[in-house]
C-alpha cells in the first residue's frame, strides 16, 4: 500500500481566490493523480501528473484552473483557482503501486 | 465514452447473509477492475482487484470477472455491519497513465 498525506484536510474559502493542496506520499512514485469528488457522487479524474512532465488534464479541466506541480517522486500540489461554489468538493490525490491505487485522506473544500 | 454502471442501491442485507454488488463497464478494452468501500466522510480503501476472468478471494471477499459479458462483481461473505458503506467499482483502461474510471457506487446497509 502507500502512506499519503493532504494539506490541507478542510477550508472554507471565499470565491474569487485561490487554494493549493498539497499532497505527501510515503515512497518514490511515478503517477500521481489528482480527483474531484462532489456530493453524493463519484470520483472524477483531473488530472495525471508525472515527476518532469506537464499534468495531463482530463476533458472538462484546464490548466488554468487547476494548475499542477510534481516538483519530485513524493510531492504534488494541486491549486484550485478563483473558485466559485461550484467547486465545493472533496479533492483527492492518489497514486499507483503496481496494478494498484490508493487514495490520500482528501481535503474537503467548501466555497462561500 | 467509457462508462462504469453500478446500481445506486441502498443494497440492504441481514448480519452474516451473502452481499451481492455488480458493475458494468462499456470498453472492451479494459485491462483490471478494482472494488473501493468509501465510508461516508472518508477517502475510498482499496479491497481488491481483479484481472483475469473467474474468481479471486481474499477472506470474506470475492471478486468475479466476466470479460465476455463485462460485468465484475462483488460478493460479501458473512456480512457485517462494520461493512456498511459505499462501494465503488473503478476500471482500468489501459494506456499509458493507467487511469481509473469510477461508476457511482453502491450503498450497502448491513442490517444487524
Known amino acids: 500500500s502507500a502512506v499519503i498525506s493532504q494539506k490541507p484536510s478542510r477550508d472554507i474559502c471565499q470565491r474569487g481566490t485561490s487554494l493549493t493542496i498539497q499532497c505527501q506520499v510515503d515512497?518514490?512514485?511515478?503517477?500521481m493523480f489528482w480527483y474531484r469528488q462532489q456530493p453524493g457522487q463519484s470520483l472524477t479524474l483531473i488530472a495525471t501528473?508525472?515527476?518532469?512532465?506537464?499534468?495531463?488534464?482530463e476533458s472538462g479541466f484546464v490548466i488554468d484552473k487547476f494548475p499542477i506541480s510534481r516538483p519530485n517522486l513524493t510531492f504534488s500540489t494541486l491549486t484550485v483557482s478563483n473558485m466559485s461554489p461550484e467547486d465545493s468538493s472533496i479533492y483527492l490525490c492518489?497514486?499507483?503501486?503496481?496494478?494498484?491505487?490508493?487514495f490520500g485522506p482528501g481535503t474537503r473544500l467548501t466555497v462561500t | 465514452q467509457k462508462e462504469v454502471e453500478q446500481n445506486s442501491g441502498p443494497l440492504s442485507v441481514p448480519e452474516g447473509a451473502i452481499a451481492s454488488l455488480n458493475c458494468t463497464y462499456s470498453?472492451?478494452?479494459?485491462?483490471?477492475f478494482f472494488w473501493y468501500r468509501q465510508y461516508s466522510g472518508k477517502s475510498p480503501e482499496l479491497i481488491m482487484f481483479?484481472?483475469?476472468?473467474g474468481d479471486k478471494e481474499d477472506g470474506r471477499f470475492t471478486a468475479q470477472l466476466n470479460k465476455a459479458s463485462q460485468y465484475v462483481s462483488l460478493l460479501i461473505r458473512d456480512s457485517q455491519p462494520s461493512d456498511s458503506a459505499t462501494y465503488l467499482c473503478?476500471?482500468?483502461?489501459?494506456?499509458?497513465?493507467?487511469?481509473?474510471?469510477f461508476g457511482t457506487g453502491t450503498l450497502l446497509a448491513v442490517q444487524p
Open positions: 515512497s518514490q512514485v511515478t503517477m
Open positions: 473503478a476500471v482500468n483502461g489501459g494506456g499509458a497513465t493507467n487511469k481509473l474510471i
Open positions: 470498453d472492451r478494452g479494459s485491462q483490471s
Open positions: 492518489s497514486v499507483e503501486r503496481g496494478y494498484e491505487q490508493y
Open positions: 481483479i484481472y483475469s476472468n
Open positions: 501528473a508525472n515527476q518532469g512532465s506537464e499534468a495531463t488534464y
